[in-house]
């Protein structure tokens, strides 16, 4: 009770009556939680992805529904308790069969409950601190030195149906967001123009 109470002034503009249910049935909806304090945070995290899952397990749900959660190792830390932990634990692990996929990114692999990392069939992984490179055990020794060391838009993937990892550069810089900012040339125009067209 005393937790209850010492969340009600985070949390107070957040649970209204009377309102309408979102609508998150559209291709894309974002939900922006940055300006709400940590308790809050979890607690709109928890609110919709307890809605997408009720969803999926009652079969009301047409379609896969993909989950994008920034900063996972927050909601779901390694070390001590979260109050949604148990459940991101088990979307990470019986979501792709009722057609939930979770994608998490973090900065710190090591901050992530193991029970969701070991679940993961996809992994993608960029430049990395050394410190970190001890997670990343589905990497060769040689290539978790490489991942220290790869530039700005270089991934390495790792997933099951090839049996070696993967690495992979993005075609433009990451702050390009017109073909123009990219141009160097006259014939780069026409590379963009091939390379989207067999997209």
Same mark, same amino acid.
């Given at each position: ?6 969340? #009600? ?5 957040? =649970? ?42 009652? @079969? ?36 792709? @069969? ?18 969701? #990392? ?30 220290? =060391? ?5 991934? =390495? #993937? @790792? ?17 390009? #967001? ?8 006259? @014939? ?6 091939? =390379?989207?067209?067999?997209?």
């Amino acid at each position: 009770m005393r937790r209850l109470w010492k969340a #009600t002034p985070r949390l107070r503009r957040l =649970i209204r009556a009377g309102l309408t249910e979102v609508d998150l049935s559209s291709q894309v909806s974002v939900v922006d939680v940055h300006a709400l304090h940590a308790d809050a945070q979890r607690f709109v995290v928890a609110a919709v992805l307890d809605h997408v899952w009720s969803q999926h397990e009652n @079969s009301t749900a047409a379609g896969k529904t993909i989950v994008v959660l920034d900063e996972l190792n927050k909601y779901a830390p390694r070390q001590g308790g979260s109050p949604i932990k148990h459940l991101l634990v088990d979307v990470a692990a019986r979501g792709r @069969s009722l057609g939930v996929i979770l994608i998490g990114a973090q900065q710190n692999p090591s901050g992530v409950d193991r029970d969701i #990392t070991n679940n993961a069939s996809l992994e993608v992984v960029g430049q990395i601190k050394m410190s970190e490179a001890a997670e990343l055990g589905f990497l060769p020794p040689a290539m978790r030195a490489r991942a220290q =060391i790869v530039p700005p838009g270089t991934m =390495i #993937t @790792s997933q099951p149906l090839l049996p070696a990892p993967v690495p992979v550069r993005f075609p433009y810089p990451p702050y390009a #967001t017109r073909v123009a900012e990219v141009l160097d040339s006259a @014939s780069d125009e026409g590379d963009a123009e091939e =390379i989207l067209g067999r997209l």
